[in-house]
């Protein structure tokens, strides 16, 4: 978390939305993300590119209370935060998303690009 040049908050909530969904980086960035859900029901963080989030939202799908504890991914209980520090080490456009059963599929996803 030292190394971390900025600090993006995130806030998740019930209308199935990341405020701040579209966030450009530059390449070599070390970033911390401090995770708030502001909502009732459980909500999760998790970054990779387009096809890992698709593979793993089928995951979830299949094992609903599936156990996370990769540094890609956070999981964050109702009126909690979690922090995710991770440097981008190389360019392209990334996604992150919650793949709680129907929270992905109603929009809870957002955009990374890294320059």
């Avoid at 971390?4 to 993300?33: C, N, P, W, Y």
């Avoid at 520090?85 to 957002?110: D, I």
Wanted: a positive charge; aromatic letters at 8%; hydrophobic letters at 40%.
């Amino acid at each position: 978390a030292s190394a971390a040049q900025r600090t993006i908050t995130l806030r998740l909530s019930d209308d199935m939305r990341f405020r701040h969904d579209r966030i450009t980086l530059r390449e070599g960035e070390t970033v911390k993300f401090v995770i708030r859900n502001s909502g009732r029901v459980m909500h999760e963080f998790v970054l990779g590119t387009q096809a890992e989030i698709d593979a793993h939202a089928v995951r979830m799908k299949q094992r609903p209370d599936m156990a996370h504890d990769s540094p890609y991914m956070a999981h964050v209980a109702p009126g909690q935060r979690q922090t995710l520090v991770w440097t981008f080490n190389r360019s392209g456009e990334f996604v992150f998303a919650c793949l709680l059963p129907g929270h992905y599929e109603a929009g809870m996803k957002g955009t990374l690009v890294v320059k």
